[in-house]
C-alpha cells in the first residue's frame, strides 16, 4: 500500500519537475539577442525574468530533493 503512495507521489513529482524545466528560461538568448530586439531589453523585464527564474529554479530544486526523498523512503519500505 505504502509502494502505491509514494509511487504516485514520485509520478506527481516527476511531473512537476518537467513543467518547471520547461517553463525556465534558457541561459543563452540565442540568434534572438544577436539580431536585436525582444523585451528583453528594458531593465524591468530583466529583473522580472530573473526573479520568475529564480524562483523557478528553488522549486525545481525542491522537488528534486522531494523525489529522492520518495525514492528512499519507498527503498526503506520495500526491503
Keep these: 500500500m505504502a ?8 509520478l506527481v513529482l516527476a511531473i512537476s ?9 534558457g541561459k543563452s538568448q540565442g ?12 531593465y524591468f523585464n530583466k529583473n ?9 529554479s528553488k522549486i525545481t530544486i525542491v522537488l528534486s530533493v522531494l523525489i529522492v526523498f520518495c525514492v528512499l523512503a519507498m527503498n526503506i519500505i520495500a526491503v
Excluded: H, M, P
Design 3 to 10: 509502494t502505491y503512495i509514494f509511487g504516485s507521489a514520485i
Design 31 to 42: 540568434l534572438g539577442a544577436f539580431a536585436g530586439g525582444s523585451d528583453a531589453d528594458s
Design 17 to 25: 519537475i518537467i513543467l518547471c524545466v520547461s517553463i525556465q528560461q
Design 48 to 56: 522580472k525574468k530573473r526573479n520568475r527564474d529564480a524562483v523557478l
